[in-house]
């Protein structure tokens, strides 16, 4: 696992306020983690300002589940 | 001035204010005076005329609020063609709903033109025109006469994914409204607007940025997602703009929002003294936010009566009500006023057989007057929505001492975070996982700690088993998220022929919900009586 995903990792815990545990590659973010549109918003920005990245609107539609995300940080290096 | 051309022609001559926009993360991006801005949107306009968009050909921007946006809708309506704004792709997951929303479009409406940036242009697999960029020296859009009744722009509303509804909005009504809105505001020269609001919702796009432009006024454009993820900044946009009168404006989830997420303790320094005009509307103003936002903000300068409840929809092209007073909101048996009908506008209450109903008692809410849509395009399924000169909204309400009250909605309709969404929509979810014969699903809105949310309700054959249940409703849930952006608040199973219909077999989600409401349905299996059990 790459820093980026474990940063990705972290940040996903903290802002959907789920323990790290569950968050395995194939639980999907908005059912299964049970995340609203707040939340949503709120993580692809953290995500995007802690890792200097940016997450263009088709890709982050493209994300269903905790591996999406992982993937899109470690091909996607920032800064 | 009479139509969008008169508007674009005085705008064009404002070289001291204009609009500057912001980058996701909230920051100033590029600014451009109203001057700059129309000589840009002149080109644009030939450009799209260039590229094969022809008069009255309905071109879909899929753009992110900016000034692109801006100078390509206005563009389109200097060409003569119907923009209509899009709402992007949802986040985690909405891309395959995406690019069936821009098919359903396309074969709605077959004359039409898309422009979105290469990335999401590709997305959708249809073809696109990226938005034009014409150098400084490019030719200008060739002036042109219009009639205040021709269509100037469309807007999208509830409908479906298969069935768009397009709401005609004439160059007569537009002006109308902005003439109504910014008179029910009590225009000043000092003002300015600031807005996260989507150009696809009739809010952002009538009452921030047309009544910026209408009134020359300075306009600070944000991105939705700005907001919802890092709320103080809005408030501190506002809050900077120490030599102006500032009006902004957001649906009631929104200042709900912000008493959610920004404690005491996170607003050290901010004066909200100057926001002049916090309009609310898009969904039902509740009076406990109302309540809560006055007591978080008013510490910092925060003034009740800057809260303009309001009340509109697209088919009025926006608002119905709006007025600013003098004194906090009032508050009526627990439903807050949304104050007097815009200048020309009338509002009568009617009952179930279009009498006339007297002051006080509830009738579903009709309107008469000159900022009224010029009817639906698209969907042909739908009755027209004026009807001998008066707006039938669905909505239910009373009038009392000249005052809307609105008190519910005899259309069926779930709006969610300000966003009409078509029970249909979420049915036909329901009904293409079950696929079985004669099982039908209904949908509808419930009020969960002061948030509208859907619950859908589906019959099955009856033998299943509650795992082979709870397969079906997981895979529903799915189908919802990535459509919607929403999980459903509940998921219920009951036996063929369990839910409520007409004589001719229509579902009455009205019934059903005051059913479910009264705990007198018989369900299979439900998932959120298991979610609750611990």
Request: aromatic fraction near 6%; charge should be negative.
């Given at each position: 696992?790459t820093?980026?995903?474990?940063?990705?990792?972290?940040?996903?815990?903290?802002?959907?306020n789920?323990?790290?545990?569950?968050?395995?590659?194939?639980?999907?973010?908005?059912?299964?983690?049970?995340?609203?549109?707040?939340?949503?918003?709120?993580?692809?920005?953290?995500?995007?300002?802690?890792?200097?990245?940016?997450?263009?609107?088709?890709?982050?539609a493209?994300?269903q589940?905790?591996?999406?995300?992982?993937?899109?940080?470690?091909?996607?290096?920032?800064? | 001035?009479?139509?969008?051309?008169?508007?674009?022609?005085?705008?064009?001559?404002?070289?001291?204010?204009?609009?500057?926009?912001?980058?996701?993360?909230?920051?100033?991006?590029?600014?451009?005076?109203?001057?700059?801005?129309?000589?840009?949107?002149?080109?644009?306009?030939?450009?799209?005329?260039?590229?094969?968009?022809?008069?009255?050909?309905?071109?879909?921007?899929?753009?992110?609020?900016?000034?692109?946006?801006v100078?390509?809708?206005?563009?389109?309506?200097?060409?003569?063609?119907?923009?209509?704004?899009?709402?992007?792709?949802?986040?985690?997951?909405?891309?395959?709903?995406?690019?069936?929303?821009?098919?359903?479009?396309?074969?709605?409406?077959?004359?039409?033109?898309?422009?979105?940036d290469?990335?999401?242009?590709?997305?959708?697999?249809?073809?696109?025109?990226?938005?034009?960029?014409?150098?400084?020296?490019?030719?200008?859009?060739?002036?042109r006469?219009?009639?205040?009744?021709?269509?100037?722009?469309?807007?999208?509303?509830?409908?479906?994914?298969?069935?768009?509804?397009?709401?005609?909005?004439?160059?007569?009504?537009?002006?109308a409204?902005?003439?109504?809105?910014?008179?029910?505001?009590?225009?000043?020269?000092?003002?300015?607007?600031?807005?996260?609001?989507?150009?696809?919702?009739?809010?952002?796009?009538?009452?921030?940025?047309f009544?910026?432009?209408?009134?020359?006024?300075?306009?600070?454009?944000?991105?939705?997602?700005?907001?919802?993820?890092?709320?103080?900044?809005?408030?501190?946009?506002?809050?900077?703009?120490?030599?102006?009168?500032?009006?902004?404006?957001a649906?009631?989830?929104?200042?709900?929002?912000?008493?959610?997420?920004?404690?005491?303790?996170?607003?050290?320094g901010?004066?909200?003294?100057?926001?002049?005009?916090a309009?609310?509307?898009?969904?039902?103003?509740?009076?406990?936010?109302?309540?809560?936002?006055?007591?978080?903000?008013?510490?910092?300068?925060?003034?009740?009566e800057?809260?303009?409840?309001?009340?509109?929809?697209?088919?009025?092209?926006?608002?119905?009500?709006?007025?600013?007073?003098?004194?906090?909101?009032?508050?009526?048996?627990?439903?807050?006023?949304?104050?007097?009908?815009?200048?020309?506008?009338?509002?009568?209450?009617?009952?179930?057989?279009?009498?006339?109903?007297?002051?006080g008692?509830?009738?579903?809410?009709?309107?008469?007057?000159?900022?009224?849509?010029?009817?639906?395009?698209?969907?042909?399924?739908?009755?027209?929505?004026?009807?001998?000169?008066?707006?039938?909204?669905?909505?239910?309400?009373?009038?009392?001492?000249?005052?809307?009250?609105?008190?519910?909605?005899?259309?069926?309709?779930?709006?969610?975070?300000?966003h009409?969404?078509?029970?249909?929509?979420?049915?036909?979810?329901?009904?293409?996982?079950?696929?079985?014969?004669?099982?039908?699903?209904g949908?509808?809105?419930?009020?969960?700690?002061?948030?509208?949310?859907?619950?859908?309700?589906?019959?099955?054959?009856?033998k299943?088993?509650?795992?082979?249940?709870?397969?079906?409703?997981?895979?529903?849930?799915?189908?919802?998220?990535?459509?919607?952006?929403?999980?459903?608040?509940?998921?219920?199973?009951?036996?063929?022929?369990?839910?409520p219909?007409?004589?001719?077999?229509?579902?009455?989600?009205?019934?059903?919900?005051d059913?479910?409401?009264?705990?007198?349905l018989?369900?299979?299996?439900?998932?959120?009586?298991?979610?609750?059990?611990?």
């Open positions: 696992m820093p980026a995903e474990e940063k990705a990792l972290e940040i996903l815990s903290t802002v959907c789920v323990p790290r545990e569950k968050l395995v590659p194939e639980a999907r973010l908005i059912q299964d983690l049970d995340i609203d549109s707040v939340v949503t918003l709120d993580l692809l920005m953290e995500l995007e300002e802690s890792l200097g990245i940016d997450i263009p609107e088709v890709k982050a493209e994300m589940t905790v591996g999406d995300v992982l993937t899109y940080v470690r091909e996607n290096p920032g800064e | 001035m009479k139509t969008v051309l008169d508007l674009i022609e005085n705008l064009a001559q404002v070289a001291e204010h204009g609009i500057t926009e912001h980058d996701r993360r909230g920051k100033p991006k590029l600014a451009r005076s109203y001057a700059e801005v129309v000589a840009r949107a002149r080109r644009i306009g030939a450009a799209l005329l260039e590229a094969g968009v022809a008069p009255g050909d309905p071109v879909f921007l899929q753009l992110p609020n900016g000034l692109q946006l100078e390509t809708f206005l563009g389109a309506v200097l060409a003569g063609a119907l923009p209509c704004c899009l709402a992007p792709p949802r986040a985690l997951g909405g891309i395959e709903a995406f690019q069936q929303r821009i098919a359903g479009l396309f074969s709605a409406f077959p004359a039409a033109h898309l422009v979105a290469e990335e999401t242009g590709e997305a959708t697999g249809k073809p696109y025109l990226l938005p034009p960029d014409p150098a400084d020296d490019a030719p200008a859009c060739p002036p006469e219009v009639d205040p009744e021709e269509i100037a722009f469309l807007q999208l509303t509830s409908g479906t994914t298969q069935s768009p509804r397009g709401v005609r909005i004439s160059h007569r009504a537009l002006l409204n902005m003439n109504g809105i910014t008179e029910g505001g009590r225009r000043q020269a000092t003002d300015a607007y600031v807005s996260w609001l989507p150009l696809y919702h009739d809010m952002g796009l009538v009452g921030l940025m009544c910026a432009l209408y009134t020359q006024c300075p306009l600070y454009l944000f991105r939705p997602e700005t907001f919802v993820a890092r709320p103080l900044a809005w408030l501190q946009t506002i809050a900077g703009l120490k030599d102006r009168t500032v009006i902004s404006t649906p009631n989830f929104a200042y709900q929002h912000c008493v959610n997420a920004l404690p005491p303790e996170k607003l050290a901010l004066d909200l003294s100057n926001w002049r005009l309009g609310c509307g898009a969904e039902r103003v509740r009076p406990e936010t109302v309540d809560a936002f006055v007591a978080r903000f008013g510490p910092h300068g925060f003034r009740a800057a809260f303009l409840p309001c009340y509109g929809m697209a088919e009025a092209t926006l608002a119905v009500t709006f007025t600013l007073r003098d004194h906090p909101p009032l508050v009526v048996d627990g439903h807050v006023s949304c104050g007097r009908p815009v200048l020309d506008t009338e509002i009568v209450i009617r009952d179930e057989a279009g009498a006339p109903v007297p002051d008692t509830d009738g579903q809410i009709t309107v008469r007057g000159p900022a009224l849509c010029s009817g639906y395009t698209g969907d042909a399924t739908v009755p027209p929505p004026v009807r001998d000169g008066w707006l039938q909204t669905g909505d239910r309400g009373y009038l009392k001492d000249g005052e809307l009250y609105v008190t519910g909605r005899y259309k069926d309709l779930i709006i969610v975070e300000g009409n969404v078509d029970p249909d929509e979420i049915e036909f979810h329901g009904d293409q996982v079950v696929e079985l014969p004669a099982c039908r699903s949908a509808f809105a419930v009020d969960v700690d002061g948030r509208e949310r859907a619950v859908l309700v589906v019959e099955c054959g009856g299943e088993t509650p795992e082979a249940l709870a397969e079906w409703a997981d895979a529903i849930q799915s189908r919802v998220a990535s459509a919607l952006g929403f999980t459903l608040y509940d998921l219920a199973f009951l036996r063929r022929g369990g839910l219909t007409t004589s001719s077999g229509k579902v009455q989600r009205g019934k059903l919900r059913r479910y409401l009264a705990d007198a018989t369900f299979l299996w439900q998932q959120r009586a298991l979610k609750e059990t611990p």
